[in-house]
C-alpha cells in the first residue's frame, strides 16, 4: 500500500500522488505550511514548493497570494475513525450550509469538490495532516500492511491457479509458480511499502497473463474474480469501492436500492486478463407497483429498465415477479406484499434481504475482453425510472472462464432462426429454478446459464 499524498502541480491544481514518506519530504510540493487566525477561527494553507494558498473559487484549487485572503479560509473537522492511530480532517470552505464543499480525492490522483459527508464511508474526504516524522512512522506502519497485502494476494492466486483448468499456452502453470516462488523470495528482503507494493503489481501481472492463457473446464467451477472487486457484498455500506451517478443508494438490509432514479453504479478493473467473463448479482426491479406488475408479467409487455453490464455487453435483472413465491419470506415492518395469484414479492430492502439469502434474483450478464491487459467497467444501471419503479441489488460476483468452452456438454448459444417455441416456456437455472420465459425467441433470454430439455445452453 502506498500513502497519497496532497500535492500542488505547475498549473495551480490540486492532485494526489502515491509515494512512500522519504519521498515527500524531499518534495516540497507534497509539503503545506498550516496557519490559523484566532481573529475568524479558520486555517489557511500554503504548498512550500511555490508558495501558493489554497483557496476556493468555485472549487479547490491553488492560487497565489502574498497575503492569504478570505477565499483562502477553510475549516479543518476532525474525522470519527483513526487511520493507524490518526484521524484524518474534512477540508471545508466555510459557508451557511449543511452539506459545504469540501476536499474530495478522486480518481487517477485528481482532487475535486464534493458535499461534505459526515458518514466513516467518506473516505476520500478526509485528509491526515502528519509531520515528516510522523509520515516515517505512518510509512512503516503501511510496510507492514502492504507485507501482508501481498502475502494474502500470491495465496489467493495459487488458490485460483487450482481451479481445474486446460492450458492454451506451453508451460503456463509452471511460468505462475516461478514467478511466485520467485517473488517471494524477494518479499523476504524487503523493508519498505513501496518494495512491496512493486512487487504486488509484480504478482497481478502474472495473473493477467496466466488467466489470459488457460480456460475453465467447467462453466459450474470458473475462475471466481471476486476478490477484485471492493466492497462487493455491502456489508457496512453501499459506497465504498464504487463509484454512483445520480446519487448514492439508500442502503439497508445490507444490501442497496435506487427508488423511481435513473442511475449508473460501477466500478472500473485495470489491467485484466484477456478472456470470457461474467457478471452475477442478486438484482431485480419492480417496474410499477406491486398492485400491477404481474399482469404485464405474465402477458409478456413488462418493461424492466436495470441492468447488469460489463463493458458495452448488458443484461437486464430479473423482474421482481420472477422469483415471487407461494409463502411471505418478511413478514416485519413493511411486510411482503401478496400477488393476485397468491404469491408473494418483497416490498422494503429488509424484506429483499430475505429473498436474495435464499439465493432468488440471482442475474448474470457475460461479456468477452479481447485484448490482455485491458479495462472492465462492471455494474448495474437503470435508464428509466417511472413512478413506483424500483431496483434493488446485492452481493456481486465476477467470473472468470477464460477461452469458450467446447466439447463438455454446453450448448453454444442458439441461433435466433431456430423454431420459437423451442425455447418459450418453463426453463432451469443452475440451480435448479424454474423460470418461466415469455419472450418469442430465445436471444432475448438474459445472458446466462439455463438447463434446456436436458442440456446445459450459455447465452452470451
Known amino acids: 500500500m502506498h500513502s497519497a499524498y496532497l500535492v500542488e502541480t505547475s498549473a495551480h491544481a490540486l492532485q494526489w500522488k502515491t509515494m512512500d514518506a522519504e519521498e515527500a519530504v524531499e518534495d516540497d510540493a507534497a509539503a503545506w505550511y498550516l496557519t490559523f487566525t484566532p481573529g475568524n477561527q479558520y486555517y489557511q494553507l500554503r504548498n512550500a514548493a511555490t508558495g501558493y494558498y489554497m483557496t476556493y473559487s468555485g472549487g479547490i484549487k491553488t492560487v497565489r497570494h502574498t ?26 470552505h466555510p459557508e451557511s450550509s449543511g452539506n459545504p464543499p469540501t476536499l474530495n480525492a478522486t480518481a487517477s490522483g485528481k482532487t475535486g469538490t464534493a458535499a461534505w459527508s459526515i458518514s466513516n464511508s467518506a473516505t476520500t474526504q478526509r485528509w491526515l495532516i502528519l509531520t515528516a516524522q510522523e509520515a516515517e512512522q505512518f510509512d512503516n506502519g503501511n510496510a507492514d500492511i502492504a507485507k501482508k497485502d501481498l502475502k494474502d494476494l500470491i495465496a489467493q492466486i495459487r488458490e485460483l491457479a487450482e481451479t481445474p483448468h486446460n492450458e492454451n499456452a506451453e508451460d503456463v502453470d509452471a511460468t505462475l509458480t516461478s514467478a511466485l516462488d520467485n517473488i517471494e ?56 469501492g464504487w463509484t454512483s451517478t445520480n446519487g448514492n443508494p439508500n442502503y439497508g438490509g445490507k444490501a442497496a436500492e435506487f427508488y423511481e432514479r435513473t442511475f449508473d453504479f460501477y466500478q472500473v478493473l485495470d489491467n485484466m486478463p484477456k478472456g470470457n467473463y461474467e457478471l452475477r448479482a442478486y438484482a ?36 421482481i415477479c420472477d422469483d ?10 413493511g411486510y411482503d406484499q401478496k400477488l393476485s395469484d397468491g404469491t408473494y414479492i418483497p416490498n422494503t430492502m429488509n ?13 448474470s450478464v457475460s461479456a468477452e475482453l479481447t485484448t490482455v491487459g485491458g479495462t472492465l467497467r462492471v455494474g448495474i444501471k437503470c435508464t428509466s425510472a417511472p413512478s413506483w419503479y ?19 456438454g454446453i450448448r453454444p448459444t442458439p441461433d435466433p432462426s ?20 415469455h419472450q418469442s425467441s430465445d436471444h432475448q433470454l438474459p445472458h446466462g446459464i439455463y438447463i434446456i430439455n436436458g442440456k446445459k445452453v450459455v447465452v452470451r
Open 67 to 92: 497575503t492569504p485572503t478570505s477565499a483562502d479560509n477553510f475549516h479543518l473537522m476532525r474525522g470519527r475513525v483513526n487511520v493507524e492511530g490518526h484521524r484524518g480532517y474534512y477540508i471545508i
Open 185 to 240: 523470495t524477494q518479499a523476504a528482503t524487503c523493508t519498505k511499502g513501496k518494495e512491496f507494493n512493486a512487487l504486488a503489481e509484480q504478482v497481478r501481472n502474472a495473473a493477467v497473463i496466466f488467466l489470459s492463457n488457460v480456460s475453465a473446464i467447467d462453466t459450474e467451477h470458473p475462475f471466481d474474480l471476486t476478490f477484485m472487486l471492493e466492497n462487493p457484498d455491502f456489508d457496512s455500506d453501499a459506497t465504498t
Open 284 to 319: 431485480f426491479q419492480r417496474p410499477g407497483a406491486y398492485g400491477s406488475v404481474l399482469a404485464p408479467y405474465n402477458n409478456g409487455t413488462a418493461k424492466v429498465t436495470s441492468s447488469l453490464y460489463i463493458n458495452n455487453k448488458t443484461a437486464t435483472v430479473k423482474h
Open 324 to 333: 415471487r413465491q407461494p409463502s411471505a419470506l418478511y413478514t416485519g415492518d
Open 351 to 363: 424484506g429483499a434481504a430475505k429473498y436474495f439469502a435464499k439465493g432468488l434474483y440471482d442475474s
Open 390 to 408: 424500483w431496483t434493488m441489488f446485492d452481493h456481486f460476483r465476477l467470473h472468470f472462464y477464460g477461452k469458450e468452452l467446447e466439447g463438455d
Open 418 to 437: 431456430r423454431d420459437e417455441g423451442e425455447w418459450a416456456g418453463t426453463l432451469y437455472d443452475l440451480s435448479g429454478r424454474k423460470i418461466i420465459h
